[in-house]
């Protein structure tokens, strides 16, 4: 049984940092790209960062810059840096994980920028 859990999240003031880190069970680590997505109120889901097994990293426009998505394939954990947050930052950040024949998410941890 695939199992992603997160953990990291907080309130923070503008421009403060914050690292969110997901542990993997139950999968092969190796053959999952794995990244994060955030959902704000009343908004879609959208994809933060990912990062390949070989540690090749995707990063959404907004994000660029001020997050740094990172894994341990020996430990089978995903982690993301974020710096410099602004208030638009604001929501859950889901944990996932993506092969070629399925994927998991983690039940989200929310992140508040507020001053």
């Known amino acids: 049984q695939v199992q992603l859990v997160e953990s990291g999240g907080g309130v923070v003031q503008p421009g403060g940092s914050l690292r969110l880190s997901c542990a993997a069970s139950?999968?092969?680590?190796?053959?999952?790209?794995m990244g994060w997505y955030r959902q704000a109120p009343g908004e879609t889901r959208e994809l933060v960062a990912s990062?390949?097994?070989?540690?090749?990293?995707y990063y959404a426009d907004s994000v660029k810059g001020r997050f740094t998505i990172s894994r341990d394939n020996a430990e089978s954990t995903v982690s993301m840096q974020m710096n410099f947050l602004k208030h638009e930052d604001t929501a859950v950040y889901y944990c996932?994980?993506?092969?070629?024949?399925?994927?998991?998410w983690g039940q989200g941890t929310q992140v508040i920028v507020s001053s």
């Open positions: 990062i390949t097994s070989g540690g090749i990293a």
């Open positions: 996932w994980a993506s092969s070629t024949v399925s994927h998991a």
């Open positions: 139950g999968i092969f680590f190796n053959n999952y790209v």
